[in-house]
């Protein structure tokens, strides 16, 4: 099976989804997933902010 995480988040920290990365990583790893990737959508609170940010579509 494979797993991909896509998330979004107000804050635009760089550490906003530090514990969430390490969570999805231990999940992969105990299920034996295949990791396909993160999109991780910081500073994406809000449609207009996510159209303002690097994360347009």
Same mark, same amino acid.
């Given at each position: 099976m494979k797993a991909i995480l896509i998330s979004a988040a107000w804050n635009s920290d760089n550490w906003t989804f530090d514990a969430l990365e390490a969570h999805y990583k231990t &999940?992969? #790893?105990? &299920?034996? &997933?295949?990791?396909k990737g993160m999109i991780l959508g910081k500073g994406c609170g @809000?449609? =207009?902010? @996510?159209? #303002? =940010?690097k994360y347009p579509s």
């Amino acid at each position: 099976m494979k797993a991909i995480l896509i998330s979004a988040a107000w804050n635009s920290d760089n550490w906003t989804f530090d514990a969430l990365e390490a969570h999805y990583k231990t &999940l992969v #790893n105990y &299920l034996n &997933l295949e990791d396909k990737g993160m999109i991780l959508g910081k500073g994406c609170g @809000t449609p =207009s902010m @996510t159209k #303002n =940010s690097k994360y347009p579509s």
